[in-house]
């Protein structure tokens, strides 16, 4: 599901926490949200779109990956 681009900067400061495998919904949301938005950026963290976790999506040329922390 694509998802907003969070904007307050009070959540952004936020630190987030470790993601674990549960997590892979938010993970797949965040890659359909950076997908929508190919236009303006090249990746996205996971607090962009609302969740405090240390996932980030990424485009590498053709190839779309997402990596957990």
């Known amino acids: 599901m694509v998802r907003d681009i969070m904007h307050d900067t009070f959540f952004l400061q936020q630190k ?8 892979k919904p938010v993970a797949m949301d965040l890659l ?7 236009d303006a950026c090249v990746g996205m963290a996971a607090n ?13 040329g053709p190839f779309h990956m997402v990596m957990f922390n």
Do not use: R, W, Y
């Open 16 to 23: 987030s926490v470790s993601a674990t495998p549960f997590d």
């Open 32 to 38: 359909e949200t950076l997908q929508a938005h190919a």
């Open 48 to 60: 962009m779109i609302g969740v405090a976790k240390c996932i980030i999506a990424v485009n590498v």
